[in-house]
């Protein structure tokens, strides 16, 4: 089987987020998996980026009850 591996700066441009935003994802909750090919090699596929996307789907405002957002100092 084939996978496209896309570079961070793809896959956020692929899902609308910024680089750092995958850098943090990566660094705490990891919520989109990604491949480390050797030391510092980040890879993502895109079916791994979809399925992030649409973990992430909201219907309600409501939706986000009992999740915690830190505040911006």
Sequence with gaps: MQHQLLTPKQAAESIGVTQGFLT???CTTAKIP???LGHK????????LD????????????DYQGETRSAVA
């Design 51 to 62: 399925g992030f996307l649409a973990s992430s789907l909201k219907t309600s405002t409501s």
């Design 41 to 48: 090699t980040v890879r993502y596929r895109q079916e791994d």
């Design 34 to 36: 990604f491949l480390k």
């Design 24 to 26: 943090r994802d990566r």
